[in-house]
C-alpha cells in the first residue's frame, strides 16, 4: 500500500531563510538618525508571521525545477533574468542584490545604511544556503516584508491602533507623524531594494502593489464614509469587499508570487499560476482576518479583537448577515455609531450563517490555490505551498 506522505512543515522548510530574513531586514533599515532608525525598526523587533516571505520563498523553490524560458525563446520578451549573471556567492560587483545599499551622500548626517559586517552574515548564509533559492529571490522576500511593515505602520495610525503583535503599536509608542514618516522610510528603502533587482517587469508589480494597498484602504474608508442612511443589501456589496479585499491583501501576496516565478526565469504559465496561487491565498487569507476579527480574543490575536464593527467596518461576516437581516441596513448606514449598534450587529452577526459562510468562501480559493499549482512538479515546497493553505484555514492569529 502507499505509505501517507510525511506531513511537511513549510515554515521549517524555509526556516533558516527567515531567520536570516529578519536581520537582514534591520540591515536594510539602517539611518544614521536614531529616533528614524529606532521607530522604523520597531516592528522587526517583535517576531511577525513573515507569511509573504514564506510564500516568496516556498513559491521561489517550488518553480526551481518547473519549466524554464530560455534566452533563445522567440515568444519571450523577457530578458534572461539577471540571477544568471550572478556567482553562487552572490557577489556580482554592479548588479549584485545583496551589496549593501550605501548613503547616496556624503552627508554625514545620513551614514551608511547597513554595516558591512552584517552584509558578510547575510552573503555567507546566501552562498551556503538553499541552491534554489536565488539571491534576487530572498531580496524579494525581504522586499515583500518591507511593504508589508509600512503598512501596518500607516494602518495603525489610520485604525487609531493601540497594539500590534503584542505590544504597544508605532503611533501609540512614538506618535503619529514618527509612525507615517517610519512607514514612509519602509517604502523608500523597499524601493531602493527593488531597484537594484535591475528587472523593470519586477518593480513595476512592487510598484503597483504599493498604488494598489493605498486604493484598497480608499476602498475602505469610502465604503465606512456611505452616507446612505438604510442601504438595502445586494450582491454588488461582496463584490465591492471582495475587490477591497484582492487591493489591501491579495495584491502583495499575488503580485510577490509572480515576481518570484519571474526572477526565477519561469514560463508565462508557471508565472500564471504563482499569481493565482497568491491571489486566491490572498483572498482567503484576508477572509479568515477577517471571520477572526469576529471569534478571537485579544488575547489571542496581539491586537484588539471586534476592531472591524468599531471602526464602522461591515466585512464578509456581516455582509452574509446583512443579506439574511434586512434590519442591519441601518446599522450599516450609520457604520455602527450609535450606542448599542455593535452589540446588535455582534449578535446578529453570531446567530447568522455569516461567520460559515465566510469559512466556506476562504476555504473554496485556497482550493483554488492548490489547484493553481497542481501541475508543478511534486517538490517539497510544492507539499509546502499546499501546507500554507492548510495553516491560513487553520490559524488562530
Ligand atoms: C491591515 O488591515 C492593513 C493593510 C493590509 C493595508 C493598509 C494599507 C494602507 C494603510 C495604505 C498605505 C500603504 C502603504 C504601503 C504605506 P487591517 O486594519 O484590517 O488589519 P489589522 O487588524 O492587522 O490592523
Ligand atoms: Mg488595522
Ligand atoms: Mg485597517
Known amino acids: 500500500g502507499e505509505q501517507p506522505p510525511i ?28 529616533t528614524l532608525d529606532t521607530v522604523a525598526k520597531y516592528y522587526t523587533q517583535s517576531e511577525g508571521k513573515y ?6 520563498l516556498l513559491m521561489s523553490r517550488a518553480t526551481a525545477a518547473a519549466p524554464k524560458i530560455t534566452a533563445r525563446d522567440p515568444s519571450s520578451t523577457r530578458k534572461p533574468p539577471i540571477n ?8 556580482l560587483a554592479d548588479v549584485n542584490p545583496t551589496r549593501p545599499i550605501e548613503s547616496p551622500d556624503a552627508d554625514a548626517s545620513s551614514t551608511p545604511l547597513s554595516d558591512p559586517s552584517r552584509d558578510a552574515v547575510y552573503n555567507s ?9 536565488l539571491p534576487t529571490q530572498r531580496r524579494l522576500a525581504e522586499i515583500t516584508e518591507l511593504i508589508h511593515t509600512a503598512s501596518l505602520l500607516h494602518d495603525d495610525v489610520i485604525d487609531h491602533s493601540v497594539s500590534r503583535r503584542s505590544n ?7 506618535g503619529n507623524k514618527m509612525a ?11 524601493s531602493v531594494a527593488l531597484a537594484r533587482l535591475r528587472d523593470p517587469e519586477v518593480t513595476e508589480l512592487l510598484a503597483t502593489v504599493i498604488a494598489n494597498l493605498v486604493e484598497g484602504e480608499f476602498m475602505q474608508l469610502k465604503n465606512t464614509a456611505r452616507d446612505e442612511r438604510h442601504p ?4 454588488d456589496a461582496i463584490a465591492y469587499y471582495l475587490r477591497k479585499t484582492y487591493l489591501k491583501s491579495a495584491s502583495l501576496i499575488s503580485k510577490s508570487c509572480r515576481a518570484a516565478a519571474l526572477l526565477g526565469g519561469s514560463t508565462p504559465e508557471v508565472v500564471e499560476a504563482a499569481y493565482a496561487y497568491g491571489k486566491n491565498l490572498g483572498l482567503a487569507f484576508q477572509l479568515v482576518d477577517d471571520m477572526l476579527d469576529y471569534t478571537t480574543s485579544e488575547r489571542e490575536l496581539g491586537k484588539p479583537a471586534g476592531a472591524d464593527l468599531e471602526l464602522g467596518l461591515a466585512t464578509a461576516p456581516l455582509l452574509f448577515a446583512w443579506r439574511d437581516n434586512a434590519e442591519l441596513g441601518a446599522l450599516v448606514g450609520r457604520r455602527f455609531a450609535e450606542p448599542g449598534d455593535v452589540l446588535m450587529a455582534r449578535q446578529l452577526v453570531s446567530r447568522s450563517s455569516g461567520l460559515e459562510e465566510t469559512r466556506v468562501m476562504a476555504q473554496q480559493y485556497v482550493d483554488e490555490a492548490i489547484q493553481a499549482i497542481e501541475f508543478f512538479p511534486d517538490s517539497e515546497a510544492k507539499c509546502g505551498l499546499i501546507e500554507m493553505c492548510t495553516k491560513v484555514m487553520q490559524r488562530r492569529k
Not at 84 to 91: K, M
Not at 125 to 133: G, H, L, R, V
Not at 168 to 174: C, E, T, V
Open 125 to 133: 548564509a546566501t552562498s551556503e544556503s538553499d541552491p534554489d533559492i
Open 168 to 174: 504597544p503599536s508605532a503611533n501609540i509608542s512614538f
Open 84 to 91: 544568471s549573471a550572478i556567482s553562487p556567492s552572490g557577489v
Open 180 to 190: 507615517v514618516l517610519a512607514g514612509d522610510f519602509l517604502l523608500g528603502r523597499a
Open 232 to 235: 438595502v443589501y445586494t450582491d
Open 51 to 56: 507569511v509573504r516571505p514564506t510564500l516568496v
Open 7 to 34: 506531513p511537511v512543515d513549510p515554515l521549517r522548510l524555509v526556516a533558516k531563510e527567515v531567520k536570516f530574513l529578519a536581520s537582514n531586514i534591520r540591515a536594510l533599515l539602517g539611518s544614521g538618525h536614531p
